[in-house]
């Protein structure tokens, strides 16, 4: 796990988004997840341009997001656009 993402602030985030802290497979706090884990790495390279693992990584997680908010849109229109307005992404 990477030095940023705590156990108490996967659980945070599970906690607010996801229902519980246990339910790490719900849709919501695994978007939110990928969203908190996309802007810490977005942040790091802004220091560090040339960090191209940590590049890979990014794209790879906006690839991971970008299928999993497809599958919500397609499962549940109204927690879609709720989940949006609240993490603040696809504007």
Known sequence: ???YLTEEKKNEIFAEYGGS????GSIE???????FRIKALSEHLKTNKH???CK????SLVGKRKRVL????DRDI???RDL???LGIRK
């Open 51 to 53: 960090d191209n693992s």
């Open 1 to 3: 796990m990477p030095v």
């Open 29 to 35: 706090g695994q978007i939110a997840l990928f969203t």
């Open 56 to 59: 890979r990584t990014l794209l």
């Open 21 to 24: 802290a246990s339910n790490t």
């Open 78 to 80: 109204q927690k879609y």
């Open 84 to 86: 949006i307005d609240k």
């Open 70 to 73: 497809k599958y919500l849109h």
